[in-house]
């Protein structure tokens, strides 16, 4: 039914144990369900005595847009959900999205300012808000109508650039309010040594191949 990616560095203990939380509360909150890890750090020494969750090494430069497809086309359910590896998911946070019956979701994280004001389920196209890069649930019919993720985009923009891909084939996403996943925030980005590369850089390139003006930054 449901294919999770998760995307990881476990660079440390804290990080690793990070994700392993993300996948235990995953399997709790839902139990048709196939994990896959996609891991960077190949010395992480993951035990999981779960047939649900498989664990893939990749050894190259991070690319969330193009992990994302990878992990992808490793499964063939019905639905894809694309996570961090920061994320605890509550109970029933899938069936909240089943019960929507739309092709693109994003759960509700309850301590995200941007969300907390959702009174019921909202289609729109404002990113962090009916978007949530670090966790959204699509039908595999859809992602592949899009030629999967745009891998242009390594990490930030990564949502926005899907965000322009949904809009040309007029799908705007949905916000499911019951659906309940805390975002613990980005903690592997305070790790890396080429943040500007991750973030900033990225922004130009969205602004100038979307011709937007993110942020006020200008194409």
Same mark, same amino acid.
């Given at each position: 039914?449901l294919d999770v990616i998760?995307?990881s560095?476990?660079?440390n203990f804290?990080? /690793?144990?990070m994700?392993?939380e993300?996948v235990y509360?995953l399997?709790?909150s839902?139990s048709?369900?196939?994990? /896959?890890?996609?891991e960077? @750090?190949?010395?992480?020494?993951y035990?999981?005595?779960?047939e649900?969750?498989?664990?893939?090494?990749?050894?190259?430069?991070?690319?969330?847009?193009?992990f994302? @497809?990878?992990g992808?086309?490793?499964g063939h359910?019905?639905?894809?959900c694309i996570?961090n590896?920061?994320?605890l998911?509550?109970?029933?946070w899938?069936?909240?999205?089943?019960?929507?019956?739309?092709?693109?979701?994003?759960?509700?994280?309850?301590v995200d300012?941007?969300?907390?004001?959702?009174?019921?389920?909202e289609?729109?196209?404002?990113?962090?808000?009916?978007l949530?890069?670090?966790?959204?649930?699509?039908?595999?019919t859809?992602?592949q109508?899009?030629?999967g993720f745009?891998?242009?985009f390594?990490?930030?923009?990564?949502?926005?650039?899907?965000?322009?891909?949904?809009?040309?084939?007029d799908?705007?996403p949905?916000?499911v309010?019951?659906?309940?996943v805390?975002?613990l925030?980005s903690?592997?980005?305070?790790?890396?040594?080429n943040r500007?590369?991750?973030?900033?850089d990225?922004v130009?390139?969205f602004n100038?191949?979307?011709?937007?003006?993110?942020?006020g930054?200008g194409?």
């Amino acid at each position: 039914m449901l294919d999770v990616i998760i995307l990881s560095n476990a660079k440390n203990f804290d990080l /690793f144990k990070m994700t392993v939380e993300t996948v235990y509360s995953l399997l709790e909150s839902n139990s048709d369900v196939t994990i /896959f890890i996609l891991e960077q @750090n190949e010395k992480s020494e993951y035990r999981f005595r779960n047939e649900k969750v498989k664990v893939f090494f990749i050894n190259e430069k991070f690319n969330y847009n193009k992990f994302a @497809n990878i992990g992808a086309r490793l499964g063939h359910s019905e639905y894809i959900c694309i996570a961090n590896n920061d994320l605890l998911f509550e109970p029933n946070w899938f069936r909240e999205i089943l019960k929507a019956n739309y092709p693109i979701c994003s759960p509700r994280c309850p301590v995200d300012i941007r969300q907390k004001n959702v009174v019921a389920n909202e289609i729109g196209e404002e990113v962090g808000r009916h978007l949530s890069g670090w966790c959204f649930v699509m039908k595999r019919t859809l992602w592949q109508d899009i030629d999967g993720f745009d891998e242009d985009f390594s990490f930030w923009c990564a949502d926005n650039s899907l965000m322009e891909q949904l809009l040309a084939i007029d799908i705007k996403p949905m916000l499911v309010r019951n659906s309940i996943v805390e975002h613990l925030g980005s903690k592997t980005l305070k790790t890396v040594d080429n943040r500007d590369e991750l973030t900033i850089d990225q922004v130009r390139k969205f602004n100038k191949k979307y011709n937007k003006n993110l942020f006020g930054w200008g194409v």
